[in-house]
């Protein structure tokens, strides 16, 4: 079975940094494509970013991008989302996904960590 576990959420101020973790066990860790999502309350969730299974190619929203990194550690089994110039609207949960079979949907999800940004 896999699991992932985001850790690393909490309060930061606008303009702040904070990166948040997604710890990936089951199965080996380079198999899988990795995403994080994002979903603020009462809006749909967006996709902000994501990495492929080697590190080689990342993708990120265009309200991200510049300011977000997605990284991995395939040693560790971790991808991080460092988070940089925080605006208020970047609040949201933010959800770690896995995708094994290959594209589009992610297989597996976590539970999420809240990243709350104060103007």
């Known amino acids: 079975q896999v699991q992932l576990v985001e850790s690393g959420g909490g309060l930061v101020q606008a303009g702040g940094s904070l990166r948040i973790s997604c710890a990936v066990s089951?199965?080996?860790?380079?198999?899988?494509?990795v995403g994080w999502f994002r979903q603020a309350p009462g809006k749909e969730r967006e996709k902000a970013a994501t990495i492929n299974r080697l590190g080689y190619t990342t993708y990120y929203a265009d309200s991200v991008k510049g300011r977000f990194t997605i990284s991995r550690d395939n040693a560790k089994s971790t991808v991080y989302l460092q988070m940089n110039s925080l605006k208020p609207e970047d609040t949201a949960v933010y959800y770690c996904?896995?995708?094994?079979?290959?594209?589009?949907?992610?297989?597996?999800w976590g539970q999420g960590t809240q990243v709350t940004v104060s103007s």
């Open positions: 996904a896995a995708d094994l079979a290959g594209g589009p949907e992610y297989e597996f």
């Open positions: 089951g199965r080996p860790f380079s198999n899988y494509a």
